[in-house]
């Protein structure tokens, strides 16, 4: 759906049962569709993310989501960033995931200010 409607439905769902809307957010959006953003939304999601909430993010994540994070930092902070990951060492699957929420709610908060644009099927797709 719309982002119009997606948000009318959110709004309503939240009315009638808040835990269940919280439920239905996190499914609608998950660390993994980090790759549907573009070069400089995820450019601008790392700004607001620090560096040990991302490494531990990271830890775990398919290539696709660690390249697309990667190829948006300069070189010495893609290194400070795998540095980071290494000295973390094994993680507790939970503290993967409250990592991975975080950065997602990061995420959410831009797109809801305007600052970036998730895309959301082809009504949502971005035209250069």
Request: aromatic content about 0%; overall charge negative.
């Amino acid at each position: 759906s719309d982002r119009a409607t997606e948000r009318a439905v959110m709004e309503r769902l939240r009315d009638l049962d808040q835990a269940l809307a919280d439920e239905v957010r996190a499914l609608l959006l998950v660390f993994d569709d980090l790759v549907t953003l573009d070069d400089r939304s995820i450019q601008r999601v790392l700004q607001d993310v620090a560096t040990p909430e991302l490494a531990l993010a990271l830890k775990g994540a398919n290539d696709e989501v660690t390249d697309a994070i990667m190829r948006n930092m300069s070189q010495r902070a893609k290194e400070s960033l795998l540095e980071e990951i290494d000295l973390l060492g094994p993680v507790r699957r939970s503290d993967v995931d409250v990592a991975r929420t975080k950065v997602i709610a990061a995420v959410r908060l831009l797109e809801e200010a305007g600052e970036i644009v998730i895309s959301r099927g082809e009504e949502n797709e971005l035209i250069e």
